[in-house]
């Protein structure tokens, strides 16, 4: 075996000619001159490595950064109002009162669940749980939001089982409560299905830590388990190329993770914290030692040195390259007081986590890299980090945008009496996006640690955050690709208001967004025309809400072959609320209640579940968006909530209002009466429109009939149009449409229920 | 009747996180000399009549395919017991 040779900066400045293959690490000829000219010489290859990864799309948001600046820009004092921490960091964070602060965030690992659907969803979740960790929180909660191909397609099933079993299995041994997100089947996700992970931790305002690397002197530390040669290039090579169809798989070495191992690094991290044994801090993910150690230094005092000799390697055999790309899970990297180091390391002995001092922070506004006593790296931290390639990506309004926004289902033949909408409505409910998730729920423990308020299938995840007054967060994810491949300017809004208002839904005030934006290729114009349209409707609706945008990830080359994904602008909004005990569940409970419709009702069906279930269509516009409406709704049950007014609150989404009527009905069992006609001559549409329509802005709540009076008075004072739509009844176990059909509610259940067990087995505990 | 035993290991280059478990509780038990443990699996497969060449071949197919994980595992032997 011949030893391998470090290429250093000396030999790099001594033979500029060398041949590097910096195609095959994903550099294009002129962001490699690009690296030359910032150099002044060709780079060493450990400096190639670095690069290479630094300037992925994944890491420098290359193709992105000029829209994303809107987050930025469209911003009110409203909106920074509670904002402790907002973009730019490891995770957002939220002032939440009485001292506390949440932060949270959502990030893809698309790629991944798709080579390796076990680890690549299990990784997805050990990732975003340590920027939480890293922002100085503890993790109370996760969520997922997941697309799949369709959902009788044969590796559906391999994918669905590693994804789900992946997420449950670290999700579960990190003993981290699953409540909420969303689940889509749709052939565009096929081979390339999304897994889009939220974390979220609490912390108190004073623990608040960030990834700067800060004090002459102070030592670098790169503690958690050990460096090896997990997925290797994943950041660049995984992230941001596309799989190829009719070729074989592509299939690197992928990261495996250890939950128990990433447990024990949460209690670590917290006592390091708690000890003030921890200056600035870091967690390694995409990019590994490259990253932290050029971001860390970009957002301090600018230099840093490091000896790559005193990494703990898993395998003796790796090269210093591999070292600095290498992506290894559950590590962390901080920078400590050179008097602290001994508080530090007798905090990670106590934990049995492996800890070593790399280096140390200097001002040199360098960042240098000894290996074997040689010099391997010296470059401008910020060239690395910071400073990389922007594009202004062509783009080019679809051409195929306007014919598909003239296909509008208004073609179709609406039904003419109570057996064919009765016929409809059991299509929808059993159709595999308006299906019952149970199947994928049921693995995850939603109830670990004992703070769980709501979960999935309530609209929104609560969480409570201190035992003693009840002070919590509401969480709901939500993305539409139906509606953004019609409108992805509209597509971006409707999922940001449906998240708003599942929030607002379950009683809480909301206050931040996280985003995670999967698209296509930003290579193709029309992609990007997409995601432009996306951000801007997203930027704009966030201003009128008056709720910032506090972190998240774009995840571009999403597609199959030459075929993008819709447009997935994944939207996770975080609301408060002063005591959970005051949620509002998403059904009924007792007899007798009224049940009544917040909003007015359009007829709205382009992009429907009844359009795609019913009549397997994808054209049209879909639904108008009213932000003063939202917020009107917003706030009415808010007040209700702290009145304890209502006794339920259900917002109607996808499916419109009959799916809303059985979310209602099937979340306890209790059934109801129901009726359209007022919906009908008040707002003048069909009983289609009012029972399907996906017009928002609209919410069913129940109010028990003592406070009928008092609720019916807050919403002539708010404004909010209202309607008696029904009665809970207890008793029949049946939901009645009044004139049209009745369905008993067992085979409610059934329909809704039986969908995806048919395709991939029996439900845990079900 | 015979038995081909197929012996699958985690790929090298990736953590082995109860193998890593194993080796530190070890070393906790004070077998300092044991600085590293992985954990594969065995397949023993019972075969009606001879084992030819060809189910040999046919057997590297399914160690591959279904026995194992190809992404993260790797078949390290196909061999007939004695």
């Not at chain 1, 973009?87 to 959502?106: C, L, P, R």
């Not at chain 1, 917290?270 to 200056?279: I, K, P, R, Y």
Request: glycine letters at 12%; a negative charge; hydrophobic letters at 40%.
């Amino acid at each position: 075996m011949t030893e391998h040779i470090p290429d250093t900066v000396e030999n790099a400045a001594a033979t500029p000619e060398k041949d590097q293959p910096y195609h095959l690490l994903g550099l294009k000829p002129d962001e490699y001159q690009r690296i030359r000219d910032i150099l002044g010489r060709r780079p060493t290859s450990g400096e190639l490595a670095m690069y290479s990864v630094m300037w992925s799309e994944h890491c420098s948001y290359k193709s992105s950064k000029v829209h994303l600046r809107q987050f930025g820009q469209k911003v009110s004092p409203e909106m920074t109002k509670h904002l402790m921490v907002g973009m730019g960091e490891n995770a957002g964070v939220v002032d939440i009162g009485e001292g506390w602060a949440v932060t949270f965030k959502i990030e893809s690992h698309n790629h991944p669940s798709y080579i390796e659907p076990f680890q690549g969803a299990a990784t997805g979740v050990g990732g975003i749980v340590r920027d939480i960790i890293s922002m100085g929180a503890r993790p109370v909660a996760v969520m997922d939001a997941l697309r799949f191909g369709a959902i009788d397609h044969p590796d559906t099933n391999r994918v669905i089982n590693g994804v789900v079993s992946g997420i449950s299995f670290y999700g579960n041994c990190l003993g981290l409560p699953n409540i909420g997100g969303e689940t889509w089947f749709d052939p565009v996700y096929q081979a390339n299905p999304l897994v889009n992970a939220l974390a979220v931790g609490a912390l108190r305002h004073e623990d608040l830590h960030l990834a700067n690397a800060k004090g002459v002197g102070n030592l670098v530390v790169l503690f958690g388990a050990r460096t090896g040669g997990d997925g290797i290039g994943g950041a660049s090579i995984l992230a941001s190329d596309t799989f190829a169809e009719g070729g074989p798989t592509k299939r690197p070495a992928v990261q495996v993770g250890d939950p128990f191992a990433e447990k024990v690094l949460i209690e670590c991290c917290l006592e390091l914290f708690a000890g003030d044994c921890v200056e600035g801090i870091q967690d390694l993910g995409a990019a590994g030692i490259s990253c932290a150690t050029s971001e860390l230094a970009s957002n301090g005092d600018g230099g840093m040195f490091v000896t790559l000799d005193n990494v703990l390697l898993r395998d003796p055999t790796l090269t210093a390259e591999e070292i600095l790309m290498s992506e290894s899970q559950e590590r962390m990297m901080a920078i400590v007081r050179p008097e602290k180091l001994d508080a530090f390391l007798a905090v990670t002995t106590k934990w049995d986590v492996e800890a070593s001092v790399l280096g140390e922070v200097t001002d040199t506004g360098r960042l240098v890299i000894e290996w074997k006593g040689q010099t391997i790296v010296d470059v401008d931290p910020r060239t690395v980090a910071i400073d990389g390639p922007v594009y202004n990506r062509p783009m080019e309004y679809p051409a195929w945008l306007d014919a598909l926004q003239a296909d509008s289902p208004a073609k179709f033949d609406r039904a003419t009496g109570g057996d064919e909408l009765k016929k409809q409505f059991l299509a929808i409910l059993g159709s595999p996006n308006e299906a019952d998730t149970d199947w994928i729920t049921n693995q995850y423990d939603y109830y670990v640690m004992g703070n769980t308020a709501l979960h999935t299938p309530d609209g929104a995840g609560m969480i409570r955050i201190d035992e003693e007054s009840g002070l919590g967060v509401a969480l709901a994810t939500d993305a539409n690709g139906r509606y953004c491949q019609l409108d992805p300017y509209l597509g971006a809004q409707l999922a940001l208001v449906e998240a708003y208002r599942n929030v607002a839904s379950s009683g809480a005030t909301p206050m931040a967004v996280s985003d995670c934006l999967n698209f296509g290729s930003p290579e193709n114009p029309e992609v990007m025309w997409q995601f432009a349209r996306a951000v801007e409707g997203l930027a704009d609706g966030c201003l009128e809400l008056g709720i910032p945008v506090t972190g998240g990830n774009v995840s571009f080359y999403n597609q199959t072959g030459d075929v993008p994904i819709h447009p997935t602008p994944v939207v996770a909004v975080l609301g408060s609320i002063d005591n959970v005990a005051r949620r509002l569940p998403s059904g009924w409970q007792d007899d007798g209640e009224n049940l009544y419709l917040l909003g007015v009702t359009h007829d709205e069906l382009g992009g429907s579940a009844w359009a795609g279930a019913v009549h397997n269509h994808l054209g049209g516009l879909p639904p108008r968006v009213d932000f003063d409406s939202e917020k009107n709704v917003a706030g009415l049950l808010s007040a209700a909530a702290l009145e304890g007014l209502v006794t339920s609150a259900t917002d109607l989404g996808t499916g419109g209002f009959l799916r809303a009527v059985t979310d209602g009905v099937l979340r306890f069992g209790v059934g109801a009466r129901v009726w359209i006609d007022e919906i009908m001559d008040r707002d003048g549409v069909d009983s289609t429109a009012a029972l399907f329509s996906e017009t928002q802005a609209r919410v069913l709540v129940s109010v028990a009939r003592e406070d009928d009076v008092k609720f019916r008075g807050l919403c002539d004072g708010r404004n909010v149009p209202v309607l008696r739509v029904g009665v809970t009844d207890s008793t029949s176990g049946v939901l009645e449409v009044q004139g049209l059909f009745d369905i008993p509610v067992a085979e409610l259940a059934r329909v809704h229920r039986g969908t995806l067990p048919a395709h991939f087995g029996p439900v845990v505990g079900g | 009747m015979a038995t081909v035993i197929v012996d699958v290991m985690p790929k090298e280059v990736l953590l082995d996180p109860a193998g890593k478990a194993t080796a530190r509780a070890l070393q906790r038990f004070g077998d300092g000399e044991i600085t590293d443990v992985r954990i594969g699996k065995r397949f023993e497969l019972t075969i009606d009549g001879e084992v030819t060449p060809k189910l040999l071949e046919h057997i590297g197919e399914i160690a591959k395919d279904v026995l194992s994980n190809e992404v993260i595992e790797d078949v390290v032997s196909i061999r007939v017991a004695d």
